[in-house]
């Protein structure tokens, strides 16, 4: 008997719809954009009209578009974030990506759920919880090992979504109020101030000076070439590129990168296909240190490593 072949995704960021179209003709199963409103990254909004012609072209190859609904809500603006949805839908969205519970209890479209990685999920029983009030898809924690994405895998039927390259919080995401306290910008509401990045100086209980005019909150850049396969192996289906504003550029030559890693595993297993149709080939040979990152680390996919900060600087190193 035949087992059902199972699908990897590649899931690439998409900063407005012509970016998410180059991610597509560059290897991605599916992109992530934002919408109107109520998305976690400010400057990354999409209108209605823009996330419809992306979905035009995306279904063309079975590809998928999902788009960020995944601020905290205020409860006047519930309305909104409902009708929103429905517009979306309207539009040929596969899949919202939320954070605030609110949500379930409106009159959604019959439009798939996404957890977002805003709502810290690291262990089993948020992962079950989150499936039983009907998401189909979990954007697991980045701090999680790979072992711990295998017990997730092993006590849930959700696709597991994963960061394998971008951007690094020092925060678990969805906790991190740092630059609410700083500025009164909140990440969770779009409007991270990235207080993480900036220069600190720290001192002891006795006011000497440890260091100074360090970046001592930033964080290197996540990078699981090393562990792709690993991460397939431990039950992850959905593999995600950070960046929605990262330029065109970066999402190109990441993309590529990935899809050429999940293409090798997909020939050397049977047991795997692509989560879209067609095939991808490249004028150029992707590179990700030619890119924007602030050095490497895979973090703690293999549990908690030494040097994942980048406390010289945040700049492209």
Same mark, same amino acid.
């Given at each position: ?36 409103? !109520?998305?976690? %990254? *400010?400057? $990354?909004?999409?209108? #209605? /009209?823009?996330?419809?012609? +992306?979905? &035009? !072209?995306?279904? %063309? *190859?079975? $590809?998928?578009?999902? #788009? /960020?609904?995944?601020?905290? +809500?205020? &409860? ?17 969205? &596969? ?223």
């Amino acid at each position: 008997m035949n087992r059902p072949q199972h699908p990897l995704e590649l899931l690439a960021p998409a900063k407005n719809a012509d970016f998410g179209i180059e991610a597509i003709k560059h290897g991605a199963d599916a992109v992530y954009i934002g919408g109107p409103a !109520f998305g976690a %990254r *400010y400057g $990354a909004g999409n209108d #209605v /009209a823009e996330i419809r012609r +992306l979905c &035009d !072209f995306a279904h %063309r *190859y079975r $590809a998928k578009v999902f #788009v /960020a609904v995944n601020t905290i +809500l205020h &409860d006047e603006e519930l309305e909104g974030a409902r009708q929103l949805a429905w517009q979306l839908y309207e539009a040929g969205a &596969d899949a919202l990506i939320i954070q605030d519970m609110g949500l379930l209890e409106l009159d959604l479209p019959p439009i798939q759920l996404h957890a977002s990685t805003q709502t810290d999920i690291r262990n089993p029983a948020k992962a079950r919880f989150l499936e039983d009030v009907g998401f189909s898809q979990i954007v697991l924690a980045r701090e999680m090992s790979i072992e711990e994405i295998g017990k997730v895998a092993a006590a849930t039927t959700l696709s597991l979504e994963y960061f394998v390259h971008g951007a690094l919080c020092v925060a678990y995401s969805g906790q991190c109020y740092i630059s609410h306290a700083h500025t009164g910008r909140s990440a969770n509401r779009g409007e991270c101030s990235q207080a993480c990045r900036l220069p600190y100086t720290l001192v002891d209980d006795k006011g000497k000076t440890i260091t100074e005019n360090q970046h001592l909150l930033s964080m290197k850049d996540n990078n699981q070439t090393e562990n792709l396969l690993a991460l397939v192996e431990a039950g992850v289906s959905s593999f995600k590129i950070e960046g929605r504003l990262k330029d065109l550029s970066y999402v190109k030559n990441i993309t590529a990168h990935y899809r050429t890693l999940l293409d090798q595993i997909i020939a050397a297993d049977p047991r795997y296909v692509r989560a879209s149709s067609g095939r991808s080939t490249f004028t150029f040979t992707p590179q990700p240190d030619k890119t924007f990152n602030r050095g490497y680390t895979d973090y703690f996919a293999n549990d908690r490593q030494d040097d994942i900060g980048a406390f010289d600087s945040p700049a492209f190193v």
